[in-house]
């Protein structure tokens, strides 16, 4: 119903009007309700250009399609609320199951780590005593032989000394003096055994040593290979709510992003990214080693990684999709497929089945190392690593959608990996007896 073929029908609806409601900015009563506009307008409205193409309805139409919208829209309410109401009633764990399940968890994880503490010290332990051994053995051939030494020394003396006293001697020219003569000289001849032997000084063997050096530096390079592990680089991480793509929805605590085919009402800005879906952390590393966390459950679909800030933000080529350009690197996941993508190249990676399904995605930062790795959380299992050398400042980044397409609105949530002091000392005055939580 256009406005020309109104204009015959306002005089009748004059009398029809909205019970004496005026218009707010003409102050005449209002006759008709305009669909593009979604409002009512009075007969002063509809002079001018500005509803020259637009299309009314009577009041009475008006508000029965409104009120059939609200009817389907309360339907669709009772229905979501049902299901809420179903499975809240489905729920299996309580607080306190939870509580019982951290504890035991903890007792484990704790049990566990005292008995590698425990093997360690008393590898130690043994190790230090065979080094303490093989001291003392050692000590004993060096002590040997100086007592040889000290002993060959006196001996030669003792010789030399009577040798002098006998050439002293010439009246002792007898039987007797040739048979202790006779006697020396063996002697002497045996001592010359005695010096070759002693100058040919017994080593000391540090084999043992270097064995036990050896079997040290394995075990080092084994549990270097393990410790630390990735969570000990943990960051808690927040969305820039400046950077996020009009079509996405962050929650009051930045965690949570969330597409909606329906733009929302944010204004626009130079960082805001126009052409893809995507938004960026608040952080950025430059240094160090880092490692966060993602919850992607029920997604068809996402592509999740770092960029520089060089990134595009406006504009629908692959300058602004995340792995499409030399800024940034990142996993794509589309129907269970991951692609590991960095300027332009698209890799389709042969993971184990299990990886598949992924819930919840870590990711983990080596800057100097120039490493970017993606791990399947619950799984355990390494996906892919980027190694790269990395000259700018990186930005984790975001994108909840695998395609335009994509009719999966489920959000993605960044996940809090460290307890704040606060949460610290609120758990802490919840373990103390007596006193009530």
């Known amino acids: 119903m256009s406005l020309q073929s109104n204009q015959g029908s306002i005089a009748s609806s004059n009398s029809g009007s909205s019970l004496g409601v005026q218009c707010v900015i003409h102050s005449e009563n209002l006759i008709l309700y305009c669909n593009e506009c979604v409002d009512c307008v009075c007969p002063r409205c509809l002079v001018g250009s500005k509803h020259k193409t637009h299309t009314f309805s009577p009041f009475e139409e008006a508000c029965k399609e409104h009120k059939l919208q609200i009817t389907r829209k309360v339907k669709d309410l009772k229905k979501g609320h049902d299901r809420m109401k179903k499975e809240m009633g489905r729920i299996p764990l309580t607080l306190q199951d939870i509580e019982i399940i951290i504890s035991k968890t903890r007792e484990s994880v704790e049990e566990k780590y005292n008995i590698i503490k425990e093997l360690l010290e008393n590898d130690m332990k043994a190790t230090m005593n065979l080094i303490e051994a093989e001291s003392l053995a050692m000590e004993a051939i060096i002590t040997g032989q100086q007592v040889d030494k000290e002993a060959y020394s006196d001996a030669i003396s003792s010789i030399m000394e009577r040798v002098d006293e006998m050439n002293a001697d010439r009246d002792s020219e007898s039987i007797q003096t040739l048979q202790e003569v006779i006697s020396w000289k063996t002697r002497l001849e045996a001592f010359e055994d005695l010096q070759r032997s002693i100058g040919k000084e017994v080593p000391v063997e540090n084999w043992r040593l270097k064995s036990l050096t050896r079997s040290v530096e394995e075990l ?7 410790l630390p592990r990735m969570w000990e680089y943990s960051r808690n991480i927040t969305f820039d709510e400046n950077t996020a793509h009009k079509n996405l929805t962050l929650s009051a605590d930045l965690r949570s992003a969330q597409y909606s085919p329906l733009p929302s009402g944010v204004q626009n800005n130079p960082v805001r990214f126009e052409g893809s879906s995507n938004v960026l952390a608040n952080e950025s590393f430059s240094s160090g080693k880092h490692y966060w966390e993602v919850k992607v459950r029920n997604k068809d679909g996402w592509n999740i990684g770092v960029t520089y800030a060089l990134i595009a933000r406006k504009g629908k080529g692959k ?8 800024y940034s690197w990142s996993l794509r996941m589309v129907d269970r497929e991951f692609y590991a993508l960095h300027a332009d190249e698209s890799i389709l990676l042969d993971t184990n089945n299990r990886d598949h399904n992924c819930e919840q995605l870590g990711v983990f930062l080596d800057y100097e190392e120039g490493r970017l790795s993606f791990y399947n959380v619950y799984r355990g299992t390494h996906i892919h690593s980027f190694k790269t050398k990395f000259r700018k400042p990186v930005f984790p980044a975001f994108n909840p959608v695998s395609t335009t397409h994509s009719k999966n609105y489920e959000p ?7 307890p704040t002091m606060e949460e610290i000392a609120e758990g802490d005055n919840k373990n103390i007896p007596g006193e009530e939580s």
């Open 220 to 226: 080092f390079q084994a549990m270097k290979k393990l």
């Open 319 to 326: 300058e602004t999709i995340l792995g499409k350009n030399k």
């Open 412 to 418: 993605i949530v960044l996940c809090h990996l460290v």
